[in-house]
């Protein structure tokens, strides 16, 4: 049976296949410590930090523009506190970018770091510059496991975040056997914003991956299909296919098709498809 993780990875360079990562930043290292640089135009961002993973100290952020330093802070998450990781690290993503937003808005500085732990967290953070202060002011946004991919696919070029939605993660059976469908976030008015039906393509090409996963679990008398069954139908559904979702899950609990094999208290076949009915109802994908 196709695992999540590996279908995780699938999609992901799928869909970084039809992108372009915005700013390949420049990283320079000294005996326990290091540094990430990256410009664009008269911007300029730089994440320093010593140590050594997976404990990162001194962490610091400094932007400035034309020579002129507009923000230098240590760097703090609400999830890691001042102990965060830069993300590249852990082979998930680029550690610091500088790009726009929108296609009107100035640059803005994106920074990738990573929490630690088994099963988190990669972290995005948004420099924005306040003309009020002028200064930056920083949002961030949890990703989770999933790990995110910063691409420009959004309007002329403004980056994404394309990642996967860890509501999903244990929801019905375990971390290595849950399927999570693609999610999209973009930025704009200083808040994280889900686009992810804004791209059609990506999302069928999801589905039909987590489809194809789901068909290949035949091969071991479809063990912990749920997972599989759970991400496609949110796919689906997001999709406006709700009639689809609904005869497929039908006849799939009719052929016990729809089992969770962590433990018998998980719910399965009809009792499944209720529970997974409720469950995409309340996280949005059925209005």
């Given at each position: 049976?196709?695992?999540?993780?590996?279908?995780?990875?699938?999609?992901?360079?799928?869909?970084?296949?039809?992108?372009?990562?915005?700013?390949?930043?420049?990283?320079?290292?000294?005996?326990?410590?290091?540094?990430?640089?990256?410009?664009?135009?008269?911007?300029?961002a730089t994440f320093s930090y010593s140590g050594h993973f997976p404990q990162a100290k001194n962490a610091r952020l400094v932007i400035s523009e034309s020579g002129k330093v507009l923000y230098d802070r240590p760097v703090y998450s609400r999830w890691c506190g001042s102990r965060c990781w830069p993300l590249q690290l852990t082979g998930h993503s680029t550690v610091?970018?500088?790009?726009?937003?929108?296609?009107?808005?100035?640059?803005?500085?994106?920074?990738?770091?990573?929490?630690?732990?088994?099963?988190?967290?990669?972290?995005?953070?948004?420099?924005?510059?306040?003309?009020?202060?002028?200064?930056?002011?920083?949002?961030?946004?949890?990703?989770?496991?999933?790990?995110?991919?910063?691409?420009?696919?959004?309007?002329?070029?403004?980056?994404?975040?394309?990642?996967?939605?860890?509501?999903?993660?244990?929801?019905?059976?375990?971390?290595?056997?849950?399927?999570?469908?693609?999610?999209?976030?973009?930025?704009?008015?200083?808040?994280?914003?889900?686009?992810?039906?804004?791209?059609?393509?990506?999302?069928?090409?999801?589905?039909?991956?987590?489809?194809?996963?789901?068909?290949?679990?035949?091969?071991?008398?479809?063990?912990?299909?749920?997972?599989?069954?759970?991400?496609?139908?949110?796919?689906?559904?997001?999709?406006?296919?709700?009639?689809?979702?609904?005869?497929?899950?039908?006849?799939?609990?009719?052929?016990?098709?729809?089992?969770?094999?962590?433990?018998?208290?998980?719910?399965?076949?009809?009792?499944?498809?209720?529970?997974?009915?409720?469950?995409?109802?309340?996280?949005?994908?059925?209005?």
């Amino acid at each position: 049976m196709l695992r999540s993780g590996k279908v995780r990875q699938v999609l992901v360079t799928a869909a970084v296949a039809v992108a372009v990562v915005l700013v390949v930043p420049v990283a320079g290292t000294t005996a326990g410590a290091a540094s990430f640089t990256a410009n664009s135009g008269g911007l300029r961002a730089t994440f320093s930090y010593s140590g050594h993973f997976p404990q990162a100290k001194n962490a610091r952020l400094v932007i400035s523009e034309s020579g002129k330093v507009l923000y230098d802070r240590p760097v703090y998450s609400r999830w890691c506190g001042s102990r965060c990781w830069p993300l590249q690290l852990t082979g998930h993503s680029t550690v610091v970018h500088v790009a726009h937003l929108q296609p009107s808005a100035p640059a803005s500085v994106i920074l990738g770091l990573y929490s630690g732990g088994a099963h988190c967290c990669s972290i995005e953070q948004v420099f924005s510059p306040n003309a009020r202060t002028r200064t930056f002011s920083k949002i961030e946004y949890d990703f989770g496991d999933p790990g995110v991919r910063v691409v420009a696919l959004g309007p002329g070029g403004s980056p994404v975040f394309l990642s996967a939605d860890s509501s999903f993660a244990y929801a019905f059976t375990d971390y290595a056997a849950s399927g999570m469908p693609i999610e999209i976030l973009s930025v704009s008015h200083g808040e994280f914003h889900d686009v992810t039906r804004s791209f059609p393509k990506l999302i069928a090409r999801d589905a039909t991956m987590w489809r194809h996963a789901f068909n290949s679990s035949a091969r071991g008398h479809y063990q912990d299909t749920v997972g599989l069954a759970a991400a496609w139908a949110a796919d689906e559904d997001m999709l406006g296919h709700y009639s689809v979702v609904n005869q497929f899950l039908s006849s799939q609990a009719a052929a016990g098709h729809l089992n969770s094999a962590i433990s018998p208290e998980e719910p399965s076949g009809h009792r499944f498809v209720a529970a997974l009915q409720k469950f995409l109802r309340r996280h949005g994908y059925l209005k």
